[in-house]
Each structure stands twice: as structure tokens, then as C-alpha cells.
């Protein structure tokens, strides 16, 4: 495929590339040459074939696939989270949380309007940059950090990413991972290196192998990990952070999406000498989706270029939005209605939990929204069966990092928002379908 790709600058190259993805030369799927192989061909220094495959990716025309190499990116690439569209199963695979307990803004939306924000002024709304900054010292206060607000924590996260690495930088993400962080790296172009987790987090010797092999950035999710609801453990988290101080300048990012709704402590890898941190914390567990912000406490020169990439006058999170998630968070009504979502998520699946380990299915009692069930078979199997009888569900091949890793035997359930009687028949019906 090579010889079929032309040009001699970045530009050139990427236009070539399109050109045949236009024509359907290249298709999804279709696998384009190793960068090495690619400057090779085209007589051009490689840091330019590298910088025309970072132009495709974040054009969304190409993905890394790690050691599968770079391929021309479908539709579809990766699973997404939320609502299966175009289905009439009953839907137990969102990851969302329940509509019912994400607090009504009408209130507080009458209040937030005030004085309009103008080009060059400050991008962080004062009053939520003050309470950020005492929430997060809780747990970073030993640390010298900034806080930057972002557009949810994906858009915190690849903006980290970019700001840190290049093209082909590897990455270590967890494994089983979040959906969000394989599609982010992938487009990134970055290769992901993946770190099994087990009930306490990241695995230590999973940390060890992958600074091994030189990943610039660390991605961990320190509770309610998904899928697999797992949380990092004082022991664990020690452990982790001894085998990072020997790489201080390698970027940890925390992704501590369920913060106000975990009933698990906060346990950090970020050590009291790391020196490229960020713990990124966002709002839509509690305050919805559509609640799209997200508090990044980092380190001052990561702050620094975080603040150049959201700069007065391109791409600011909207100051109505930030006065609208303080004037929340602020509300002792609606962090009251918070306590009541984290007891209800924790309740709701563990009572699930519970029904399913009376059949003898192995289902440990995690945080988070989901539980990550064990199956004797193959889950793509247990969720065939599913379907046939009335359930969509989903299985952990979709959070697998290595597409060519052997068959998950495991299912993510969302099943908090489920009634009794429905929990007791889908109960039935996995053990049915798991025989």
C-alpha cells in the first residue's frame, strides 16, 4: 500500500491518504504502512510520516491499533458508551447513571445568568476555581497544583495527552479499560500498553512492565474502575507509587470519575516527588451527562500548557456552565441529593450482587454504576442467549485492549435502575443463558 501513498510533506502524505480512503482504495479496516516503512518509500525524514498519521488521526480517519499498526478507521471502531439505538431489547449495557436521581437545574439555571463574559477575560469562573481548589487539596493538598476546567474528563484527558506526547508515544492504560480511553489514544495515535487490574487496581508488576517499556503517560482510574468497578487499595496504591518514583516525569492522569458517589476512599499513584501529575475530577456521574465539565488539579507546567490549549477567545468551558455546576455544588439540597444517588447505586447493585451469587455466579460487590460479572462461558455466548431473551447486554470483549485476546468471560451490567421483579427475571435469565 505504500507505493500508493504520495507526497512529500505531512500535508501531502495525508491528503494522499484521504485521497484513496475518498476513492475507496483504503478502507475500514485497511492497514496503512509502519511509519519507519512509510518515510523509508517516500524519501522523507520520518518525523514527517509521523506528523501526516497524527493530522489523519486527529482528523478521525485513522486509529492506532498498538502492534496491529494504524488502520483506516469505520464508523464504528470502537463501542461507545450509553443507550443502544435502533434496538427493542431492554437495555442493560449503558453505564448511565439513573435519570431519576441526577438533580433538576431549573433552579439553579434562573441564577447563574448575571454579568455576560468577554473575550481576554479570565477562563475560570472565580467562585469555582476557589471551591475546586479546597475540594481537591482534601487529597492534593501536599502537592503544588492548578486547577484548569475542561469540557468533561475525555476532552481533559486527550487534551493532557496532547500536550505531553507525541505520535506513537506508548501509554498505559488499564486493562480491562474504559471505552472513552481506548477510542482517545487510539485517535491520539499513541500506542496503548496495557496493565491488567485485579480487585485492588493496577497490578504492580502490570506498572513495572509497562514503564519497562518506556509509556510516557499513565491513564488509572483510582475508584470504581471501569468496567470492573474496582478501586485502588491503600497497599496497592503504596506499592504502585514506589514503582513510579523512579519516573517522576512519566504523566500520571487519575481519572476519578465517580468522586462524590464512590463509597471507597481516595487512594492516589501520585507520589509527594511526581512531577507531571493531574487528577482529573468531572460532574456527570452526579450532576448528568450533559453536565459536560470537568476540574483538572495538575502540576504548574502542565497547567501552564493545558492553559495555552484553553485559551480566551477559542475554547473556554462556557462561564454559564461553571456558575451553573458551582451554584450545585453549593446547594446543600442537591449535595444531599448526591449522598442519596451513592446509597442507592451501592444498595441496588449489591442486592443484585447477591441474588446472582445464590446461583452461583461469581459477582464481587464493586463501586461504580456497573457490576462486572464472571461467567463459566464465553459472555458473547451467555449474551447471545440473553438476547434471545429480551436483554441487551454487555461483554467485556469490548473493553479488551488486545482485539486478538482470547474471548471474555465476563458481562458489564447496568442494573441499579432495574425493579425488583425485573432484577429477579434477569437474575433467571443469565442463569439460564450462562448454563
Not at 186 to 211: F, H, I, K, N
Not at 229 to 257: F, K, N, W
Amino acid at each position: 500500500m505504500s507505493d500508493q501513498i504520495t507526497g512529500t510533506t505531512a500535508a501531502d502524505i495525508a491528503d494522499s491518504v484521504r485521497a484513496l480512503r475518498d476513492r475507496g482504495i483504503l478502507v475500514p479496516g485497511s492497514p496503512l504502512p509502519p511509519v519507519r516503512e512509510l518515510a523509508s518509500t517516500l524519501g522523507v525524514n520520518r518525523n514527517t510520516a509521523v506528523a501526516a498519521y497524527r493530522q489523519l488521526a486527529q482528523a478521525g480517519l485513522v486509529v492506532s491499533r498498538g502492534r496491529a499498526g494504524t488502520v483506516i478507521t469505520g464508523h464504528e471502531s470502537v463501542a461507545q458508551e450509553g443507550y443502544a439505538s435502533d434496538t427493542v431489547l431492554r437495555d442493560v449495557g449503558t453505564g448511565n447513571p439513573d435519570p431519576r436521581l441526577i438533580p433538576d437545574p431549573s433552579q439553579a439555571l434562573a441564577t447563574v445568568a448575571g454579568r455576560p463574559v468577554l473575550y481576554g477575560e479570565p477562563v475560570i469562573d472565580r467562585g469555582l476555581d476557589e471551591w475546586a481548589r479546597q475540594w481537591i487539596a482534601q487529597d492534593l493538598g501536599h502537592l503544588d497544583f492548578a486547577v484548569t476546567i475542561t469540557s468533561g474528563a475525555v476532552d481533559a484527558v486527550e487534551r493532557l495527552l496532547a500536550q505531553a506526547l507525541m505520535r506513537d508515544d506508548a501509554v498505559a492504560l488499564e486493562d480491562p479499560c474504559f471505552l472513552a480511553s481506548i477510542h482517545t489514544v487510539r485517535l491520539g495515535g499513541y500506542r496503548a500498553v496495557p496493565v491488567p487490574v485485579d480487585d485492588e487496581g493496577m497490578t504492580v508488576d502490570g506498572l513495572r512492565a509497562a514503564l519497562d517499556a518506556g509509556v510516557r503517560a499513565v491513564i488509572c482510574t483510582p475508584r470504581a474502575q471501569n468496567p470492573t468497578g474496582a478501586s485502588l487499595t491503600a497497599t496497592r496504591a503504596a506499592e504502585l507509587r514506589a514503582v513510579l518514583a523512579d519516573h517522576p516525569y512519566v504523566l500520571i492522569i487519575e481519572d476519578d470519575h465517580f468522586s462524590m458517589l464512590s463509597q471507597r476512599p481516595y487512594e492516589s499513584l501520585i507520589g509527594p516527588a511526581h512531577r507531571r501529575f493531574a487528577l482529573v475530577r468531572s460532574v456527570s456521574k452526579f450532576l448528568g451527562p450533559d453536565m459536560c465539565l470537568a476540574i483538572a488539579a495538575t502540576d504548574p507546567t502542565t497547567a501552564e500548557r493545558l492553559a495555552m490549549r484553553l485559551s480566551p477567545g477559542t475554547t473556554w468551558v462556557s462561564h454559564l456552565l461553571q456558575r451553573l455546576t458551582l451554584t450545585q455544588l453549593t446547594d446543600p439540597a442537591v449535595t444531599a441529593r448526591i449522598s442519596d444517588a451513592r446509597e442507592h447505586y451501592a444498595a441496588r447493585n449489591a442486592a443484585f450482587a447477591a441474588r446472582l451469587r445464590e446461583h452461583g455466579l461469581d459477582s464481587p460487590t464493586p463501586d461504580g454504576l456497573s457490576l462486572w460479572i464472571g461467567l463459566p462461558k464465553p459472555a458473547r455466548v451467555v449474551a447471545e442467549g440473553l438476547m434471545r431473551r429480551g436483554w441487551l447486554a454487555r461483554t467485556g470483549d469490548d473493553f479488551a485492549l488486545d482485539e486478538r485476546a482470547d474471548p471474555s468471560h465476563h458481562l458489564r451490567l447496568t442494573v441499579h435502575d432495574l425493579s425488583d421483579e425485573d432484577a429477579d427475571t434477569l437474575v433467571a435469565d443469565l442463569v439460564a443463558a450462562a448454563r
